[in-house]
């Protein structure tokens, strides 16, 4: 799929004061630093829609973009956040699990993971919440740039065989995407694609 526009609508805290258009929509999820926001660049082609930082916790609301006049990116604040205080994390958790539970609209949730860890708790804990509430959900190996094609393949083994071996019957769908080298871009797209075309 070609991305001929991509354009920045709204963030907030609040989702019903998210967009009430009934267009398809795809989410970002994940740990903070994980490169959801980097991959919304990657994907539009262009690197300063969503704003990204070297540090955790740049991400703190939930922004919409509207792709080809006819579909939403959301990027969303990181979860697992260490440096934020106890209140501010619940608030966060509270608004993210809010867009989750609540928003009709939403197609498809992308659950980044940094392919050099291996399966972190608070990622298979977000997964089984998706699971519990019929949300559908892709996981995305992020960052694929820093790992040889070796350590990577190794990688994703672990961690079909961590989600195998505890709640999950198969592997959710997945990608593995370098926001530096467009690694995964053209699948994830076409993948879009086809959930729009249906
Ligand atoms: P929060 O908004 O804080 O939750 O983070 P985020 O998940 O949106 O991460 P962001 O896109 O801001 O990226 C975090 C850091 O990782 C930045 O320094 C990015 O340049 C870097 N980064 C993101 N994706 C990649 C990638 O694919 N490869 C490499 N090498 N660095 C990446
Ligand atoms: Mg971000």
């Not at 903070?32 to 955790?56: D, E, F, H």
């Not at 993210?96 to 050099?116: A, H």
């Not at 769908?173 to 075309?197: C, H, M, Q, R």
Request: proline content about 4%; aromatic content about 12%; glycine content about 6%.
């Amino acid at each position: 799929m070609k991305i001929k526009s991509a354009s920045f609508v709204i963030s907030n805290s609040d989702v019903s004061k998210c967009p009430k258009d009934r267009i398809p929509e795809y989410a970002f999820i994940g740990r903070s630093n994980v490169g959801k926001s980097s991959l919304i660049n990657m994907l539009t082609n262009q690197n300063k829609l969503a704003k990204t930082s070297g540090r955790p916790g740049k991400t703190q609301l939930i922004n919409h973009f509207k792709i080809n006049d006819s579909w939403f990116l959301v990027d969303l604040p990181g979860y697992g956040y260490a440096r934020v205080s106890k209140t501010i994390k619940k608030t966060f958790q509270g608004f993210i699990k809010k867009y989750f539970l609540q928003r009709e609209q939403l197609i498809c949730t992308f659950v980044l993971v940094d392919c050099r860890h291996e399966p972190q708790k608070v990622d298979l804990e977000f997964m089984e919440f998706l699971g519990e509430n019929g949300i559908p959900f892709c996981l995305v190996f992020t960052k694929s740039d820093k790992l040889k094609l070796s350590e990577l393949n190794r990688n994703i083994q672990q961690y079909s065989k961590k989600m195998t071996n505890t709640l999950w019957e198969e592997m959710p769908p997945y990608f593995v995407t370098s926001a530096t080298s467009s690694d995964g871009k053209e699948e994830l797209l076409k993948y879009i694609e086809e959930i729009n075309n249906r």
